[in-house]
């Protein structure tokens, strides 16, 4: 596996693990629909919570959360809209974004709640 890949999955993990030590449960991982992901599928309370996950060694090249532009974000609505559809679902549901710097001298969690909206 590819450096990054092996990065991306260690901040999939602790996004789970921190997203679960706030009472989140965790429903689906890495759930595809065609080419589109969703890194984490969640529950807090009644509300689905559709969560991606951006993690980077060093926020020398900007902060994770920065990678999550316009087009990753018309990504994940259509992800969602499939998931929705195939789960049979009608739920109140939010997009969130952990952004993660995680390196050998330090672990950065940073969790948006409500990071965008679909228009």
Request: hydrophobic share 35%; net charge negative.
């Amino acid at each position: 596996m590819a450096r990054h890949n092996e990065l991306g999955s260690k901040g999939e993990d602790i996004a789970v693990e921190m997203l679960s030590s706030k009472g989140y449960t965790i429903i689906e991982r890495n759930w595809r629909f065609d080419k589109d992901e969703i890194d984490i599928v969640a529950k807090d309370g009644d509300e689905l919570v559709i969560v991606e996950v951006k993690t980077r060694s060093t926020d020398f090249y900007g902060y994770p959360e920065d990678a999550v532009d316009s087009n990753k974000e018309n990504f994940l609505i259509r992800a969602t809209e499939s998931y929705l559809e195939e789960t049979n679902q009608d739920v109140d549901t939010r997009f969130d974004i952990v952004a993660i710097i995680h390196n050998n001298k330090e672990t950065k969690i940073n969790h948006i709640i409500d990071a965008f909206y679909p228009e």
